[in-house]
């Protein structure tokens, strides 16, 4: 193979099911790992996946095959062939689905926590998109923009966040969606439950986000190539060591309301992976584990893709989430009336 001549960024199209991938190595990249390295320019492929690429011989450094400990050094040229997945496709699978809203154009479904959107790495099975394929898509009622494995997707819901989710339900409404998210037209509130006392009772966060390069799994604010990302959030209820907020998305990062609250020192109750510990305790007495994140997707509004009329839909706060704000202000000796109130417009 001859060495290619040094570019940056990629040559083709993330979504494309085979490519080739050009890479050229900057000053301030210089002596990070191989497998690193391409692990931060490639969010969209797992560290395993690349280090498996390396192995079976499809990395080269400057022409030659690269090893995974190798340490990139300033203008390497790199080239990554990524070859084509298998051929793979959802099934309609008859799982419960709570329907809030629909029409001939978009519906909006209560998602559950714990559920995947669309099936992926690890994930064939149990996902919002099997559940779907079964309500809709054996009429050929859900949008095809998205490819055979995300049928009617339009955006995510993390695994353990529930709530609102939007499905388009043809082409044409899933391209004016996408419109709309991209201009930031869409309004998403969530509920949170997190660790700590908010100093103020509202605030705005605006850190990056990007990808950790030391646990993949993560997101982070700490990197300066940060996607720019807008958290606005206002306290619903005061309990002692922990607030429950409204937060609106104003930017849909991956993570975000759990990233950046974390990084504030208030992460999310539930998310071990954000710092929250794994037993919260109401002074002396230990909670129950959660077993999710007291995250919930309550409030999606839009323009119709069609008429152009605004829909807001609201999911309501699953009642274990209700019921663990009670036990906790029953250990704290709050008032249940006091929960209830603040929790009331989201039931």
Sequence with gaps: MNPPSPVSGRTENARESARTVKLAVTASDAGERLDRFLASQLPELSRTRIQALVDHGRVTVNGAL??????VESGDALVLEVPAPSAASAQPEA???????QDDDVAVVNKPAGMIVHPGAGAKSGTIVNALLHEFGVRGELS????????????RLDRETSGALLITRNDPAHRALVGQFSGRQIEKTYL???HG??????????LPVARDLHRRIRMTTRRREGRAARTDWRVRLRLPGYTLVEADLHTGRTHQIRVHFSALGHPVVGDTLYGAPRLPKVGSAALPALGRNFLHA???KFLHPTTGKAIEVRAPLPAGLVDYLRELARLAGVQRAVVDAAVKPYL
């Design 66 to 71: 690269g090893k995974r400990s190798y340490r």
């Design 95 to 101: 799982i419960p689905l709570e329907i809030l809203y």
């Design 144 to 155: 095809s923009v998205g490819g055979e494995l995300r049928p009617g997707i339009v955006h």
């Design 192 to 194: 949170a439950l997190l």
């Design 197 to 206: 006392k908010l100093p103020e009772d509202s605030g705005r966060v605006e």
């Design 298 to 300: 309550a409030r999606i």
